[in-house]
């Protein structure tokens, strides 16, 4: 079942987001001893992992997988998504264990074998995605691979997506941005036992409509999100703002 989150600001929006989070991350520690979660990246998660640093979390209990990362970009460069968590959540709560992808790593179909063992041993109890303005889920870009049972894949990144980071800000130009990345797959993303899902802004509101009134097809990756038992979705004014009342109504908490 999908559930949408409606706010006025972002910043209410990141709040309410990091409190379901920690809560989740609480009782999940509570009842099983540890908590295992997936974190993400991008523009549209500051808010959130920026409250969610301040809640209260057992963090040391927690394991940390990576979403995606680019491949070939050493992990200081100002868009290395490892860089990225370690400045705004790693470096500041400490998870017990991190997994990171190694995007420079020299052979990234190995880098791959590895992360796939590794979260092969593991319950994934929340994933926190967002939503491109392609529509894509992690790094799986229109028209994305709704098949493979490979928790982690390499993938082309769509010009769209690529120009996506140019416009927030990442790389200084198109031809900076990566062609290839290593993301987790649609699948493994949808074997989380909860789906939590930040999107603000209007700039974002194209997909979230596609995700959310459109066919579920490989064409609108996040529209495959309908189809999870556990997904909430916490949207502002701008990213709700294409959506029908319909859809408002059917889909609100």
């Known amino acids: 079942m999908l559930r ?3 706010f006025d600001k972002t910043e209410a929006l990141g709040r309410a987001a990091a409190a379901l989070a920690a809560r989740t ?27 969610l640093v301040r809640e209260e979390v057992p963090w040391e209990r927690t394991v940390m997988f990576h979403l995606d990362e680019y491949i ?3 992990a200081d460069h100002p868009a290395s998504f490892r860089r990225y968590l370690r400045e705004r959540l ?35 109890d929340i994933a926190f995605v967002g939503i491109g303005e392609n529509g ?23 010009e769209s997506c ?11 130009s198109l031809h900076e941005v990566p062609q290839r990345a290593i993301t987790m797959s649609v699948r ?24 959310l009134e459109g066919e579920i097809s490989p064409a609108c990756p996040a529209s495959i ?14 990213s709700a703002g294409l959506l029908s009342p319909d859809t408002l109504e059917r889909y609100r908490a």
């Not at 017990?96 to 593991?122: K, M, S």
């Not at 894509?136 to 769509?158: C, Q, R, S």
């Open 90 to 124: 790693v470096d500041r709560v400490r998870p017990g264990t991190v997994h990171f992808i190694e995007g420079d790593a020299p052979d990234p179909a190995a880098e791959v074998q590895r992360l796939n063992g590794l979260i092969q041993c593991e319950e994934v």
């Open 136 to 158: 894509h889920i992690a790094f799986n870009d229109p028209p994305a691979d709704f098949e493979t049972d490979a928790p982690y894949i390499i993938v082309e990144l769509a």
């Open 25 to 51: 991350l609480r009782e999940t520690v509570r009842r099983k001893g540890k908590a295992v979660f997936v974190a993400a990246t991008g523009a549209s998660q500051f808010a959130f992992l920026e409250a």
């Open 225 to 238: 999100l309908r189809t999870h038992p556990d997904v909430h979705l916490f949207l502002d004014r701008g």
């Open 72 to 74: 070939g970009l050493p």
């Open 188 to 211: 493994q993303i949808l074997r989380s036992k909860r789906i939590l899902s930040v999107v603000p802004e209007a700039r974002k509101a194209a997909a979230v409509r596609c995700a």
């Open 4 to 6: 949408i989150y409606l």
């Open 162 to 172: 690529r120009r996506q980071q140019v416009s927030e800000g990442w790389f200084p």
